[in-house]
């Protein structure tokens, strides 16, 4: 995204939600609330407020911000390149 390199749109600070019931047992869930990392401007975070959403700060890659690895192949010249998101422990490698 945004002409990112991978690793670096990996790494991107994000928001996600919480209104859904989690995957995991107890399958908890918190209706209308977004969960908020590290990384994402205080304004931002303020227009969240004003539409209503119930914000929730989290710090800088938190694990239970879930988790990508991948693998993108470039059309132009053919080079894979991988990217590991730095919330969990993970590798990803491309040849």
Same mark, same amino acid.
Do not use: T
């Given at each position: ?8 749109? &990996? ?5 996600? =939600? /919480?209104?859904?019931?989690? =995957?995991? /047992? ?10 908020v990392?590290e990384? &994402?401007? !205080? ?11 119930? =914000? ?6 938190? /694990?239970?911000?879930?988790a990508?690895? =991948? ?10 390149? /991988? !990217?590991a ?7 990803? &490698?491309?040849w």
């Amino acid at each position: 995204e945004f002409d990112m390199p991978i690793q670096r749109a &990996i790494e991107q600070a994000r928001v996600w =939600s /919480a209104s859904f019931p989690n =995957s995991f /047992a107890p399958h908890d869930y918190s209706p209308g609330r977004l969960c908020v990392e590290e990384g &994402i401007g !205080g304004a931002v975070y303020r227009e969240l407020e004003l539409l209503g959403h119930k =914000s929730e700060h989290w710090g800088r890659y938190p /694990a239970a911000g879930g988790a990508v690895c =991948s693998v993108l192949k470039d059309p132009h010249s053919g080079l894979f390149h /991988a !990217g590991a998101d730095p919330r969990r422990e993970c590798y990803a &490698i491309a040849w």
